[in-house]
């Protein structure tokens, strides 16, 4: 940590982006918050996290942009457009303009994926080899700590000033970021042109993803996860008023809950990565957000509580894990392809769940959608523990599969996020 922090630039990435993800967390769930308050309906409020997530399904249009121009211009552009889109908040004023919030929430997705995909990419530009598993778990370390916060920030500003308060918060916060990547001196080298078809750019990143053993079994995993963990979208907003009997601010108050198991298991992953590895900690993470999602079937509130802790322990473990395994197997000049086409094979799953968890959590008691999402989770930990293992490990020898194909070593990695919290 310490030889991270003497990267200026990355100490103002760091400022930015803790500044930044503060009013992610806080806004991303307000979204939700008011879709709820305007329509009384969870499915609402779900599907508004679903239209946060449909972008994905475009995402690898966005890594051809990423990798033809240089990152960090992407990132200050990126801030602005966001931060105006924000803005457009200002005119909603009740049901006849949730349309509005859906675009933007829309816009909010987008944003993610392509700052979030430019962000790995540029530290990969930025950092040596070594170093890029300690900066993805500060950064995640940070961005769960936030949830101790942003959360009820964001709810306490929602309840007692409006909405107006908290998109006066986000939009600045953003314009913040863009200041601090503006002020890097880093020189970053300039894309070379691409003479191929903008279809065959784009779907660079997914044929490489998919022809590499150890980042295939890395997707397989994260789909079956995606799967599982997308209904938590709509079933949070359940488990608070029909299971707990609260009020929906009571969002904000597991969102919360969730950052302190978050801030526990970032400090965990970015401790231990450079001693483990990327690959072998990725089980263990999907094992606790499976049986935090099992705990939250209780009515009780303390057994609530400790299940959205591991929860929330687990997430960052996964983000981690994920983003080192792609950056440390993907060239360089393929990041921004790589990262966004994994988007779109994590995110349509993702996309699918969620949908599927507004429609069912108004038709099925929310305990089974609990009990169904712990069991998927807990096959994509099972999956991972015997299949995401370097080629020529005793594991993966018994599966010749894995073994016969090449690793693809790069030159030297989503927020998106859920709810307990965000997308």
Not at 181 to 200: D, F, I, T
Not at 248 to 258: A, D, K
């Amino acid at each position: 940590m310490r030889d991270l922090m003497r990267h200026r630039d990355f100490r103002l990435l760091m400022i930015g982006q803790t500044l930044s993800m503060f009013g992610d967390t806080a806004m991303l769930l307000v979204l939700g918050m008011w879709g709820k308050q305007i329509t009384g309906s969870n499915g609402v409020a779900g599907s508004i996290f679903a239209a946060v997530a449909l972008p994905s399904l475009i995402a690898p249009f966005g890594g051809v942009v990423i990798d033809r121009f240089r990152r960090r211009h992407v990132m200050i552009i990126t801030d602005l457009v966001t931060a105006g889109a924000i803005g457009t908040l200002f005119f909603v004023h009740g049901r006849d303009q949730l349309w509005l919030i859906y675009v933007v929430a829309f816009v909010y997705g987008a944003s993610l994926i392509a700052f979030q995909s430019a962000r790995a990419a540029l530290l990969h530009t930025m950092l040596p080899d070594a170093l890029l598993g300690s900066a993805n778990g500060s950064l995640s370390t940070v961005r769960e700590a936030l949830r101790l916060v942003g959360p009820l920030t964001g709810a306490a500003l929602f309840a007692g000033f409006g909405a107006g308060a908290v998109v006066t918060l986000d939009a600045a916060t953003f314009l913040i970021s863009a200041a601090s990547l503006a002020a890097m001196g880093l020189r970053e080298p300039k894309p070379q042109p691409s003479e191929q078809h903008v279809l065959v750019e784009a779907a660079a990143g997914g044929r490489h993803l998919l022809g590499s053993p150890v980042l295939r079994a890395t997707v397989i995993a994260t789909v079956i996860t995606m799967l599982a963990i997308g209904i938590s979208e709509s079933v949070y907003f359940a488990v608070v008023d029909q299971g707990l009997g609260r009020p929906v601010s009571w969002i904000g108050v597991l969102g919360s809950i969730q950052g302190v198991g978050a801030v526990i298991g970032g400090l965990g992953i970015t401790a231990l990565i450079g001693r483990t590895g990327e690959l072998r900690p990725a089980p263990f993470g999907l094992g606790l957000i499976s049986v935090g999602a099992l705990l939250a079937t209780s009515h009780q509130l303390f057994v609530v509580a400790f299940g959205t802790v591991l929860f929330g322990a687990g997430l960052p473990i996964i983000v981690v894990c994920v983003i080192t395994t792609i950056q440390r197997r993907t060239p360089s000049e393929l990041q921004g392809r790589a990262f966004t086409a994994f988007e779109l094979l994590a995110g349509g799953p993702q996309l699918l769940s969620i949908l599927a968890g507004t429609i069912l959590v108004t038709l099925v008691d929310y305990r089974m959608l609990l009990v169904a999402m712990a069991a998927g989770l807990g096959l994509a930990a099972v999956y991972a523990f015997f299949r995401l293992r370097e080629p020529g490990e005793p594991s993966a020898l018994a599966h010749p599969s894995v073994v016969d194909d090449q690793v693809a070593i790069g030159h030297h990695p989503f927020e998106q996020p859920t709810v307990v919290g965000d997308q």
